[in-house]
């Protein structure tokens, strides 16, 4: 098949989780055999020469440098561009990008939108924009042919609101076994001995309330802070007003062998994300064990489960720091349970939903019983409540 994966910055991903979907997906449908068609944002840094990554085809498109329309502007021209060079299947990232679909639609093009969190919650869209979203999620339930969700969270929102069920495809979660720590020198770390957050810098990402709540506390271990964000100035000036110098903003990181190591030796991993679903981030946390405290939403408990401990507010992180540094703190025991709780996350069973999903797409018929009717086991053969029987392959 020709699949066409629209409405992100592209790949190589170095944003969020809507681009580490269509890295871990695209390449894993291009090694199927399937020619995997990415459209790619044009950025400065952007090596538009690039016209290949991991077997998936690359087309870079430019787009309009302001937040409430770069998305937007790019998806527009990507679905011109697949106007005239059709595919056989698009998935479409973002259910803000549904004004588009009937262009794809007009071609003849099957599509499913991935309508991803609760965008409309979040603090940087003001009141049009928050009503754009809301307009633009029952766009998507009208227009795609399929729609898919990453957590049950956002099955039950959209069967509650639309009555409307979706196709549950969840992220994956990379395990490390390693346990290397070599690389954290490089920053002046030592294993265990430090607390961490991994974040873009967005009031619902709650990096603020994780900040202000360590800072409160008596902790003898710095946090780490790795993030920033597009058109976050004045928030991010902000965070780092609320700290004090046990914090360290270190901006992103994008080497992925040092990123992961700062996940596996950290003390603590605080997770503040609290509107998109299931998390990347969040993942590739519990896939390096480590323990991880979480803000309280159905989202994060829906993953995390019992391996994890929850605050909703500041004034719960300084008990919460206190405990993980107390000498006889269970973090490596819920580091190892959260690592567990990962295995229900693989990507390898993410792309065959996503394979499957094409495929009823293109033969122009409903999904299977069980693929689609609104039970949460998409292309897992476990239920996400169900216990392990074994890990993965």
Same mark, same amino acid.
């Given at each position: 098949?020709?699949?066409?994966? *629209?409405?992100?910055?592209?790949?190589p991903?170095?944003? @969020?989780?809507?681009?580490?979907?269509?890295?871990?997906?695209?390449?894993?449908?291009?090694?199927?055999?399937?020619?995997?068609?990415?459209y790619?944002?044009?950025?400065?840094?952007?090596?538009?020469?690039?016209?290949?990554?991991?077997?998936? /085809?690359?087309?870079?498109?430019?787009?309009?440098?302001?937040?409430s329309?770069?998305?937007?502007?790019?998806?527009g021209?990507?679905? @011109?561009?697949?106007?005239?060079?059709?595919?056989?299947?698009?998935?479409? #990232?973002?259910?803000?990008?549904?004004? #588009?679909?009937?262009?794809?639609? %007009?071609?003849?093009?099957?599509? =499913?939108?991935?309508?991803?969190?609760?965008?409309?919650?979040?603090?940087?869209?003001?009141?049009?924009?928050?009503?754009?979203?809301?307009?633009?999620?029952?766009? %998507?339930?009208?227009?795609?042919?399929?729609?898919?969700?990453? =957590?049950?969270?956002?099955?039950?929102?959209?069967?509650?609101?639309?009555?409307v069920?979706?196709?549950?495809?969840?992220?994956?979660a990379?395990?490390l076994?390693?346990?290397?720590?070599?690389?954290?020198?490089?920053?002046?770390?030592?294993a265990?001995?430090?607390?961490?957050?991994? %974040?873009?810098?967005?009031?619902?990402?709650?990096?603020?309330?994780?900040v202000?709540?360590?800072?409160?506390?008596?902790?003898?271990?710095?946090?780490?802070?790795v993030?920033?964000?597009?058109? =976050?100035?004045?928030?991010?000036?902000?965070?780092?007003?609320?700290?004090?110098e046990?914090?360290?903003?270190?901006?992103?990181?994008?080497?992925?062998?040092?990123?992961?190591?700062?996940?596996?030796?950290?003390?603590?991993?605080?997770?503040?994300?609290? *509107?998109?679903g299931?998390?990347?981030?969040?993942?590739?946390?519990? +896939?390096? +064990?480590?323990?991880?405290?979480?803000?309280?939403?159905? #989202?994060?408990?829906?993953?995390?489960?019992?391996?994890?401990?929850y605050f909703?507010?500041?004034? %719960?992180?300084?008990?919460?720091?206190?405990? =993980?540094?107390?000498?006889?703190?269970?973090?490596?025991?819920?580091?190892?349970?959260?690592?567990?709780?990962?295995?229900?996350?693989?990507?390898?069973?993410?792309?065959?939903?996503?394979?499957?999903?094409?495929?009823?797409?293109?033969?122009?018929?409903?999904?299977?019983?069980?693929?689609?009717?609104?039970?949460?086991t998409?292309?897992?053969?476990?239920?996400?409540? /169900?216990?392990?029987?074994?890990?993965?392959?």
């Amino acid at each position: 098949m020709r699949i066409a994966m *629209v409405g992100t910055r592209g790949v190589p991903a170095r944003y @969020g989780g809507f681009e580490t979907c269509v890295e871990e997906v695209g390449k894993r449908l291009a090694a199927r055999g399937h020619k995997v068609i990415v459209y790619c944002r044009a950025a400065e840094d952007t090596d538009t020469s690039q016209t290949e990554y991991q077997g998936m /085809q690359l087309i870079h498109l430019p787009a309009l440098k302001r937040r409430s329309l770069e998305t937007l502007s790019h998806t527009g021209l990507s679905a @011109g561009h697949l106007f005239a060079n059709r595919v056989d299947a698009a998935i479409v #990232f973002n259910a803000a990008n549904a004004p #588009f679909l009937p262009v794809l639609r %007009a071609a003849g093009i099957p599509v =499913a939108t991935h309508v991803d969190g609760l965008e409309w919650k979040r603090a940087k869209w003001g009141g049009m924009g928050k009503r754009y979203y809301r307009l633009a999620e029952s766009l %998507a339930v009208r227009w795609s042919d399929a729609l898919i969700a990453d =957590a049950a969270g956002i099955q039950d929102y959209y069967r509650r609101e639309f009555n409307v069920d979706t196709t549950y495809l969840a992220y994956g979660a990379p395990i490390l076994e390693s346990g290397a720590s070599h690389r954290l020198p490089e920053m002046e770390l030592e294993a265990g001995k430090y607390h961490l957050v991994v %974040a873009r810098f967005e009031p619902e990402n709650h990096v603020h309330l994780i900040v202000e709540g360590y800072a409160r506390s008596s902790a003898t271990h710095p946090l780490i802070v790795v993030g920033s964000a597009p058109y =976050a100035d004045e928030y991010t000036r902000h965070v780092k007003s609320l700290g004090d110098e046990r914090v360290r903003f270190v901006g992103g990181v994008w080497d992925q062998e040092l990123l992961d190591q700062l996940y596996a030796n950290a003390l603590i991993y605080w997770h503040g994300h609290s *509107v998109g679903g299931t998390n990347p981030s969040l993942l590739r946390a519990m +896939g390096a +064990g480590a323990a991880t405290n979480a803000y309280d939403v159905t #989202f994060n408990r829906e993953v995390l489960g019992e391996a994890g401990e929850y605050f909703a507010d500041a004034a %719960a992180i300084p008990d919460l720091v206190a405990s =993980a540094e107390d000498p006889t703190s269970d973090t490596v025991l819920r580091g190892k349970k959260a690592q567990a709780e990962a295995l229900r996350y693989d990507w390898d069973w993410v792309a065959e939903g996503y394979e499957e999903l094409c495929r009823n797409l293109v033969e122009r018929r409903s999904p299977p019983d069980g693929a689609n009717n609104g039970r949460r086991t998409g292309a897992y053969p476990l239920e996400p409540s /169900q216990p392990l029987t074994g890990a993965r392959s």
